[in-house]
């Protein structure tokens, strides 16, 4: 994992964590976590095209159970 991954999905998982204590809005953590999202979703677009297969998207509503 590239260091600019990682430290997406760092922030992500901390807006994921601050929401669910209530800390900040939906709308704060939806804003944290769509560049992870967005990075994830590129990647498995790339792998599946590469092996002829269907994409595993990742949802925001997902990433946050």
């Given at each position: 994992?590239?260091?600019?991954?990682?430290?997406?999905?760092?922030?992500?998982?901390?807006?994921?964590?601050?929401?669910k204590r209530g800390e900040i809005s939906y709308n704060e953590a939806i804003d944290s976590i769509k560049p992870y999202i967005d990075k994830v979703n590129i990647k498995s677009k790339e792998l599946a095209k590469k092996y002829n297969q269907r994409p595993r998207l990742v949802k925001i509503n997902s990433?946050?159970?």
């Open positions: 994992m590239k260091e600019e991954t990682r430290q997406l999905k760092i922030k992500a998982e901390q807006a994921k964590i601050l929401y990433f946050m159970r």
